[in-house]
DNA sequence: AAATCGTGGTA
DNA sequence: TTACCAAGATT
């Protein structure tokens, strides 16, 4: 019979070999008793959502020094956070971001509640990152489950019901591993735990202070699970964008609508993207097609898009965009496959 | 409740 | 090159 996993060996794991980050209040500091910051481990919950670590620090690191408190964030310009999240992806989580901000700073006097159903209330805020929230910045005893988690608890106990239909199980393992004592610590002890030793790839099982308590360990399934339903092909679309430079060198840009993919994000018009894209230029022009296509991969399908430029006088109005001139242009603002295509247009 | 929603790193 | 993966939420 193999001992029961114990939270006490994983917190003293953690006390060794906890993971240094910008928003994270160490072991050592949060014993003699400094609490993080609730809006710093909410703004960092919320960018690491399906984001690694690595790419979360720079943009972490961007928005305290640009916004240092919550009611900072909520004053700030719509477009000026959009530019800012440009890059990280999933962009209904910056619409979110700043949403929850303003409900905190008008409804929650600028502070952040404390329990867990109350964080749920809020924009942007599911299961996990109340979770997450309420026992990390608050020591309350909640239960975080992410992929990490969902890991460790399917190998733990040899689980082979597949995700996501095994999200029910693995939450009442995880629930019932919780302790009260620590539980903060011990929330971000099983996520580093997921994310430095039980890995997805090839888990460093002899450095696992669980190892004496895992079924999967015992039985050499460790690397097959979790198990996971089998993913869909992406298809690929095809689409077009236009690339308009007026002589004094502003470019033709619009803000894309809130809903949907890339919305609220700066953009370049272009076509719908679909099997037979329809051409739909923005402006009367001379339109050149570049040689080179952008390619880029979002969630669920891969993009082809053509890309066309032209160069327009001074006077000719658009039927669509607004044209922003060089100093009013940061190509930073724009997301990853708008700036592809960008950065063909100037080559 | 299955589909939608980004990106960069890695094998 | 392709497919998988990462501190999920929303509809």
Known sequence: MREPADPGALLDWYDRHARAMPWRVGPATRRAGVRPDPYRIWLSEIMLQQTTVAAVRDYFVKFTTLWPRVTDLAAAEDAEVMAAWAGLGYYARARNLLKCARVVTSEHGGTFPADHATLLTLPGIGPYTAAAISAIAFDAPETVVDGNVERVMARLHDEHTPLPAAKPILTEMARSL??????????????????TICTPRKPACGLCPWRPSCAAFVNGTATE???????????????????????????????????????????WPGSDWSDAPVEDPPIRAEWKTLDAEARHTFTHFHLRLTVKTALVPMDRAPLRGTFLEPDAFDPEALPTVMRKAYNLART
């Open 178 to 195: 919780t302790p009260q004592e620590r539980p903060g610590d011990y929330a971000q002890a099983v996520m580093d735990l997921g994310a």
């Open 225 to 267: 699970l979790p198990k996971k339903s089998p993913k869909k092909k992406k298809p690929v679309r095809l689409g077009i964008v236009y690339l308009a430079r007026r002589i004094d060198g502003a470019w033709l840009l619009e803000t894309r609508p809130d809903k949907g993919l890339l919305g609220g994000m700066l953009g």
